[in-house]
């Protein structure tokens, strides 16, 4: 079992910057993907970002080029760094885990969600 902690979300002005942080109960190692998801009020949940154990990283287009996913495996830790900020990225953000074990078991772990409000 492993639990999330999201942190650093808030209020920040369009055109501005967000850190995000994502700190894991227990070690995500090689088995884990981990990565960040986002649900707007009325909108489904939606996929951001993800990083692969080795670092190999995916976007949703809508963030290409000003959000940026890496992990410090040591620290157990995801971040997510939001530039160019717009109305449009205001959300609940979510970090999530996936393990896949050897045997082909998939285990899904969710954070309780961090707000992002981008607004003047």
């Known amino acids: 079992q492993v639990q999330l902690v999201e942190s650093g979300g808030g209020l920040v002005q369009p055109g501005g910057s967000l850190r995000l942080s994502c700190a894991a109960s227990?070690?995500?190692?090689?088995?884990?993907?981990m990565g960040w998801r986002r649900q707007a009020p009325g909108k489904q949940r939606e996929l951001v970002a993800t990083?692969?154990?080795?670092?190999?990283?995916n976007y949703a287009d809508s963030v290409k080029g000003r959000f940026t996913i890496s992990r410090d495996n040591g620290k157990n830790t995801v971040f997510l760094q939001m530039n160019s900020l717009k109305p449009e990225d205001t959300a609940v953000y979510y970090c999530?885990?996936?393990?896949?074990?050897?045997?082909?078991?998939?285990?899904?772990?969710w954070g309780q969600g961090t707000q992002v409000t981008v607004s003047s």
């Open positions: 227990a070690s995500i190692n090689s088995l884990y993907t």
């Open positions: 999530n885990a996936v393990k896949l074990t050897i045997a082909g078991s998939r285990y899904d772990y």
């Open positions: 990083i692969t154990s080795n670092g190999v990283t």
